[in-house]
């Protein structure tokens, strides 16, 4: 049997692909479906063959880019760990870094869109729900087994806001400097190896 995908598939991923790193770019509005065949090298027309609507497709977008996102964050992750960094601090620091300050197009798209998104449909919404519990069950597979149970929604709610703030900021110096603050204050609170993380972890 022939495994390899076929040719509408292969079109499907990359209309799928190009939308994925188009919202994080442009954000749901800026991205129209004309626009997102004509970058996929597609015809407009070719759009409903694969697509029940604009939605479907950006529901799909999403997912595919929190898929991506989710691996480069856990390569991340794994080279600082290797060097030493508690879970947790790899990806505080990862996903508050100057690499991700400057990447909008192939970073987190709850960060990307989150303040767009009540605005969206509900497929759009629930899609997206689900990239952010996808980031809070990050944050709390990095958390000491003793963490405070709403922890891991506090944090990953700083690692949005600050990454947001950093970037309307303008990504340079300002914002990077707001980052790093948001790391120390970040790992000062949780980080086990912080030395006072552990009474704030306990704190109720």
Do not use: W
């Not at 292969?10 to 004509?38: C, N, P, Q, W, Y």
């Not at 390569?75 to 960094?85: D, E, I, M, P, S």
């Amino acid at each position: 049997m022939d495994h390899h995908p076929g040719r509408k598939q292969l079109s499907h991923d990359r209309i799928v692909e190009t939308a994925a790193r188009a919202i994080r770019r442009a954000g749901f509005h800026g991205v129209g479906v004309a626009d997102i065949m004509k970058e996929a090298g597609l015809t407009h027309g070719g759009f409903y063959a694969h697509f029940a609507s604009r939605n479907a497709l950006l529901a799909e977008a999403l997912e595919r880019a929190g898929r991506e996102s989710t691996k480069r964050m856990a390569t991340v992750c794994a080279q600082r760990q290797a060097k030493g960094a508690s879970a947790l601090r790899a990806l505080v620091d990862g996903y508050l870094s100057e690499q991700h300050l400057a990447s909008v197009e192939s970073g987190c798209p709850v960060a990307a869109l989150a303040s767009e998104i009540p605005r969206q449909s509900a497929e759009v919404r629930a899609a997206a729900a689900q990239r952010i519990r996808g980031l809070m069950a990050r944050v709390q597979a990095a958390l000491p087994s003793d963490a405070a149970p709403d922890s891991a929604a506090v944090i990953a709610s700083q690692l949005v806001g600050a990454l947001q703030l950093g970037r309307a900021l303008g990504g340079e110096a300002e914002g990077k400097a707001l980052l790093a603050a948001a790391r120390r204050n970040i790992l000062a609170q949780y980080d086990p190896a912080a030395p006072h993380a552990r009474a704030a972890r306990r704190a109720s």
